[in-house]
């Protein structure tokens, strides 16, 4: 059973950078896509960010593109989320995922098995 836990969450001002971490355990992922989602209140959980393992590229949400930058290191089981230029609209509860998803459901959350427990982000001056 693999496990994911996020961190470095925070409250950043607008136009602010964050950098968020993703700790996998368990099982090993180098065979899994990873990716994160984001969800705010009220709304439904939402793209952000992905690294197919088929093809080894990213992929990305059109609110986030060019802004946040996704990444792994196989070696220490770690996904990371550069943001930069944040928005209040990118506040949100951030979850780390994991899974085997084919390139039709990269973007849903349907396409991954493996959840952490999210982290909150909160942009706002």
């Known amino acids: 059973q693999m496990q994911l836990e996020e961190s470095g969450g925070g409250l950043v001002q607008p136009g602010g950078s964050l950098s968020l971490s993703c700790t996998v355990s368990g099982v090993p992922f180098n065979s899994y896509s990873v990716g994160w989602f984001r969800q705010a209140p009220g709304k439904e959980r939402e793209f952000v960010a992905a690294?197919?393992?088929?093809?080894?590229?990213?992929y990305y949400g059109d609110s986030v593109k060019g802004r946040f930058t996704i990444s792994r290191d196989n070696a220490k089981n770690m996904v990371f989320l550069q943001m930069v230029s944040l928005k209040p609209e990118d506040t949100g509860v951030y979850y780390c995922v994991a899974g085997r998803p084919i390139l039709s459901t990269l973007r849903l959350p349907s396409g991954y098995n493996y959840w952490g427990q999210g982290t909150q982000v909160t942009v706002s001056s």
């Open positions: 690294f197919n393992r088929n093809n080894h590229r990213t």
